[in-house]
């Protein structure tokens, strides 16, 4: 009889019950194990030592914009990207069991999530609001201590998890709140498991490059895609460390890499880059 | 006798001594009134109210990147970018007067700049790291509760400032950290005080636009520029608020804005932005 070795985690940023959960779970089901680490950092380190299978990181959101150390991280970890899908943030309020709207006085979760929320803060002037360094934490200190005039803002997990009432649904001032995340894996794991996806998918490349810095540099990197017809989805600059004002730039098309357009339209950058790196190939998320 | 009107403050972000400090006096000169802010918009909201006569603030960083907060208000709000300038930043440790380096036990400074000084950290294990909201906010603390084992990081200007005593000048890792500024006006001002620039002086304009979400549209919007020569040194997006996963372009070129090349590209990229806007035109800086 073949012994069935345990799964390892899925590591991601936050408590239980943060929004990269809710990724986690969309990309990998319902009864996924989890990793949580403090910092996003822990999370890229846990995949590379071994501790994790996986990794689940937030790269954008539709209001805040790019999660720009997660962009510097792909390219410092060389961990594939093989999955991307988009989460809904919704905002809940969530009390410890007991606690009714009418007593809560304070409103603690992370200052983001908090911002997101101010057209139910102003229909609510006696509730104030207080930052919190997690939005599932906040719902984890506001149960365990059993405050009795104070609720939390996170998500529907976080309140499954922590034991937490809803006491009101999606608060949220702007309901256009996506996030995007990534799934990574190891080079290894990518390679024994090749990602698969139905037959008329659409796929995904992300990439990293770097230009002399010449005038017209940019648009002949723009070049090889675009004389192609190759759709960019994203085009995201970082600083280049030790060349103050230069830049690398981190760009998506929608092909695979291995296409045939995708692969003359990579060989043309490859001519005009100082440096250039796959960072992954994935079926475009819902 | 013609009497001479106060000269209205330049509002910046952070305490008194902020790197934002040193921008103004580079471009304004060493007794500039200044007007110390919390928040980035209330940098932007003194401007536009009448209570500062100009704004400093800090939109890139050669080690962190673009300050994103900054170039969504630059759109928001309606206040030209009239200069520009580079700090370099430079990390002094700073006690009270009487504390020998040999007693400092904790050191507080805003994390940004804790996490620059690593190489510091890692030579004087004996020292703690204590995140604080601010850098020349913490040589204020320091000093003003005379702590005996502890010291702040921060720029020269905070330690003349509040009186703290330099004890190991530029702790900073890495020396190639550099932040650029930019400097606002209104509108009525800029019209009033044209920007003028020695006769070779190089330009540069700034500009944010929207393209229609098509194949190919970033790079014809850069074709304005690359077909006319025009040099590009930095690009940046941004999320569109209200349209997921569209963005918003910002763009600096080397010209003037009324150059006839400029002018004949910006009339090209008309034709093919959804929505454009020029935020301004500066002499470069050093």
């Known amino acids: 009889m073949k012994t069935r070795r345990a799964a390892k985690p899925v590591a991601f940023q936050g408590a239980r019950g943060a929004f990269s959960e809710e990724a986690a779970r969309q990309l990998l089901g319902p009864r996924v194990p989890v990793l ?24 954008e959101n539709t209001l805040a914009g790019s999660v720009h150390e997660n ?30 709207f009418a007593r809560i006085r304070r409103v603690f979760s992370h200052p983001v999530a908090l911002n997101q929320c101010l057209d ?40 499954e998890i922590y034991g937490g009432r809803i006491l009101r649904r999606s608060i949220e001032s702007d309901r256009r709140n996506f996030t995007r995340f990534f799934l ?58 030790g060349k103050p004002w230069e830049y690398l730039f981190y760009l998506e098309f929608l092909d695979r890499v291995d296409s045939p357009n995708a692969r003359n339209a990579l060989n043309h950058l490859r ?15 819902a």
Chains 1, 2 share one sequence.
């Open 36 to 59: 949580p680490c403090e910092r996003f950092e822990d999370v890229f380190r846990s995949l590379q030592d071994g501790r994790a299978e996986g990794a689940i990181v937030p790269i």
């Open 71 to 100: 962009y510097d991280h792909l390219q410092t970890f060389e961990l594939p990207i093989v999955a991307e899908t988009s989460v809904r943030i919704v905002h809940n309020l969530i009390a410890p069991p007991g606690v009714t």
């Open 184 to 241: 990574l894996r190891t080079p290894d794991y990518a390679r024994r498991h090749p990602v698969r996806a139905p037959r008329h998918a659409q796929w995904k490349t992300s990439l990293v490059f770097s230009t002399r810095n010449i005038p017209g540099a940019l648009f002949r990197a723009l070049s090889a895609f675009a004389l192609r017809d190759l759709n960019l989805t994203k085009i995201e600059s970082r600083p280049l460390r």
């Open 271 to 285: 001519e005009l880059a100082d440096f250039l790196r796959v960072l992954g190939c994935y079926p475009k998320g």
């Open 120 to 159: 139910f803060f102003a229909r609510h002037p006696r509730i104030e609001r207080v930052p919190f360094y997690d939005t599932a934490g906040s719902v984890k200190m506001v149960t365990e201590e059993g405050l009795k005039d104070a609720a939390a803002i996170a998500s529907s997990v976080a309140a």
